[in-house]
């Protein structure tokens, strides 16, 4: 079975790198990454590193969403 690797790229503004991890853990506590996400890469077995492509991980509309966008446009 083959080993696919999916990298998640975030950028979290920061004066130094203490000061960036302490405010991306407290994004993670509070389950606010996703605000400092760029991008998703994925990258295929054996591949050299820098290269992948970009993927969207968000999680499929619920129906709520899909009937609202269907009758709203």
């Known amino acids: 079975m083959a080993k696919y690797t999916i990298i998640r790229i975030y950028e979290v503004p920061a004066s130094n790198k203490h000061e960036a991890i302490d405010r991306f853990q407290e994004a993670l ?15 295929e077995p054996g591949a050299k590193a820098g290269t992948g492509i970009k993927i969207d991980l968000k999680p499929p509309q619920g129906w709520f969403g899909q009937l609202k966008k269907q009758l709203l446009g």
């Open 29 to 43: 506590v509070l389950h606010e990454e996703k605000d400092y996400l760029v991008k998703d890469i994925l990258r």
